[in-house]
């Protein structure tokens, strides 16, 4: 009885990742009257990616498992490269995915104010220093991890100096780059981030929120710890890098504040997806020399890109699920993000006809003003679905693939001689194919057999495949986008030559083609999901209208990436 017991507390502890792991053991000692506040907290530089999807369901689905709240923080402490058109894109994201974090939006700005007393708080008590060391001569006496560094002579000025000094920082005496403020904490530690690290640097530009009221901004380390504090954040999640980055903030807190609550730093290890970049610097670079068509492309691993492909949050959700939590680096395979929208999207997508390269076929005994309207499921996953309607008449587009004149053995689709059929249609049987002078074929004959309305076998005879078609007269001339990965190297940033990761592009990652697809299609809004039976899932852009239908592939039936690299 004991031992059982014991062990299931074993298999539960198990179970839950070290993340969790360690929330409970707080909540068990008690610790922040036992609150779970979490955060996400994006520097509004760029557009979120895929990684950033991840933290926003590790740190929402934290919060939401144990009863407590999630914040969302704007890390804008540099105006060099903040914009609000970022702050807008990320709510949106977030949102879209599904965290909430109800009325709490929040700002590293907000905390300017407060940032600054606690770095004049910080001087009072001799922990900083205006120094007047350039960029390169701080990091040149900064040593390295197995040599010391050197102490800055600005590092002993007087508190009152110190004090003076960095009063006329902030009121815009000094150009850019001739002040900083320093911690003066250990030059000779093994920890580099301990060796006086920059407080606050000059930048005369105007930010997206403060405007020009400042131009001193805090540097990301000590804004951020800090921010934590300010509100109540219990467990501060943050990937791998900032694990040597923990000692200082916590070195900050403890010379600020007296209170026992203190956030806890987690790390956990980024998301790595092959075939993928995501660094913000790399997606900018694309965005900005052209290689994509902006950040909501959807060849990009930016949530906003993916939810244009037509990916939904469910998949994406269950994608970070699955990848689970780790604590090393590692790469996780594009293909398990693609299976996870493949499962979503087997549920949820109506099904449809569209025909990608046409082969016109002449139904000969099929009368030429009949139009039919033949039953097509919507989606056999889920019956609630329905049905509808679609026309056939004489003549019809099928995919060229579908026929071959002289086909090999085992090949089952249309031929000469040979009977298929047609989708929700009738049997049909190829008598003759018509060619032009140049032998290239032009159109095929075929009979189809009336008593197989439906598709169902008149007779207990067997056909060894059904195939897609369209109807010509009735077919919608529509634009597919097809997409395929944007990088052709499972790790884009490795290139054999030493050039840098656009090496690594792939020329063919979007491909525009004109398709036909079945009329029912014609009133699809933008996002709409569809899967184009045999051929792939597509959703539609927003660029798509009604002069023109626009498809976006957003993932192919089958990993035919799988299927290639194993015949290799
Ligand atoms: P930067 O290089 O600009 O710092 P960043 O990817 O760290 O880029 P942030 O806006 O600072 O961007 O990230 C916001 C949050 O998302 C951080 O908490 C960060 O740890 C997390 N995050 C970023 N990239 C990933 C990733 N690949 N996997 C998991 N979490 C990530
Ligand atoms: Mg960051």
Known sequence: MEENSLNEKEDIKKSLNFIEQIIEEDLQNGKNENRVHT????????????????????????AKRYNGKMNLRFDDTNPAKEETEYVEAIKEDVKWLGADWEDREFYASDYFEQLYQWAIVLIKKGFAYVCELNAEQIAEMKGTPTRP???????????????????????????????ILRAKIDMESPNMQMRDPIL???????????????????????????????????????????????????????????????????EFARLNLSYTVMSKRKLLELVQKNYVNGWTDPRMPTISGLRRRGYTPEAIRMFAEKVGIAKRDNLIDLGLLEFCIREDLNKKAQRAMAVMNPLKVVITNYDDTLTEYLEAINNPEDV????????????????????????????FRL??????????????????????ENNQILEIH???????????????????STIH?????????????LYDRLFLAEVPDKTEDGTDYKANLNPDSLIIKDCYVEPY??????????????????????????DKLIFNRTVTLKDTWAKINNNE
């Open 200 to 266: 606050y640097r000059i930048i005369k530009k105007e930010h997206h929120r403060t405007g020009n009221k400042w131009c001193i901004y805090p540097m990301y380390d000590f804004a951020h710890g800090q921010s934590d504090y300010i509100e109540g954040i219990t467990h501060s999640i943050c990937t791998l890098e900032f694990e040597v980055h923990r000692p200082l903030y916590n070195w900050f807190l403890e010379k600020l504040v007296k209170t026992p609550y203190k956030p806890r730093q987690i």
């Open 384 to 411: 609630e679905a329905g049905t509808h309607d679609v026309p056939f008449s004489k003549i019809l587009y099928i995919e060229q693939e579908d026929f071959m004149e002289t086909p090999p053995k085992k090949y």
């Open 149 to 179: 560094g050197t102490a800055s002579p600005y590092r002993e000025r007087a508190t009152e100096e110190n004090l003076m000094l960095f009063a006329r920082m902030r009121a815009g005496e000094f150009e850019e780059n001739t002040k």
């Open 415 to 436: 031929s000469p001689g040979n009977e298929v059929r047609l989708r929700y249609a009738y049997f049909i049987k190829c008598n003759e194919v018509v060619k032009d």
């Open 469 to 481: 078609w369209v109807s010509q007269q009735h077919a919608i001339k529509a634009e597919a986008r």
């Open 39 to 62: 955060r996400f907290p994006p520097e509004p530089n760029g557009y979120l990616h895929i990684g950033h999807a991840k933290s926003i369901c590790l740190n929402y689905g934290l």
């Open 521 to 546: 299609l014609r009133n699809a809004k933008s996002g709409d999901k569809f899967q184009f039976e045999r051929i792939a899932y597509f959703c539609v852009d927003p660029e798509s209208n009604e």
């Open 446 to 464: 075929c009979t189809y057999d009336p008593a197989s309305k439906g598709g169902k076998s008149p007779d207990g005879r067997k056909v060894k």
